[in-house]
């Protein structure tokens, strides 16, 4: 028996997802009993004002009894999301065409004028 998983509770298996701001962090983690269950950790980035910066995290625990159903619940929801709005990321077609309407305005405006860059992935 290996007591370093038990014990230390090490990842037995890791996969790491990187999205802009977040890192979403895939571990298979082993019990006191032997067993396997997986943590899905989400770590945001955040700045301070002093440009110093820190992570919030939040952590999902799913034991295998979960397993289907979560897994169910999961590809029903994915899949309503695609049926229903295609698989295209609409705020990123957003974010491209303000920031050519940006640009134009931006051509035409003093340099003196300014404006706030508001990242609604964030609310």
């Known amino acids: 028996?290996?007591?370093?998983?038990?014990s230390n509770k090490e990842e037995i298996y890791s996969k790491v997802m990187r999205a802009g701001r977040r890192t979403y962090f895939f571990d298979v983690r082993e019990t006191k009993a032997?067993?396997?269950?997986?943590?899905?950790?989400e770590s945001k980035k955040f700045t301070n004002d002093d440009g110093s910066f820190h992570y919030k995290k939040h952590k999902i625990y799913l034991y295998k009894e979960d397993f289907v159903e979560f897994k169910e619940h999961l590809v029903d929801m994915i899949d309503y999301v695609i049926d229903a709005k295609g698989d295209e990321v609409i705020s990123e077609r957003h974010q491209k065409d303000y920031s050519t309407?940006?640009?134009?305005?931006?051509?035409?405006?003093?340099?003196?004028?300014?404006?706030?860059?508001?990242?609604?992935?964030d609310i």
């Open 1 to 6: 028996m290996n007591q370093q998983f038990t």
């Open 34 to 41: 032997g067993d396997y269950y997986l943590t899905i950790t």
């Open 101 to 121: 309407e940006d640009n134009d305005e931006h051509e035409h405006s003093s340099p003196s004028s300014s404006f706030t860059d508001v990242n609604f992935d």
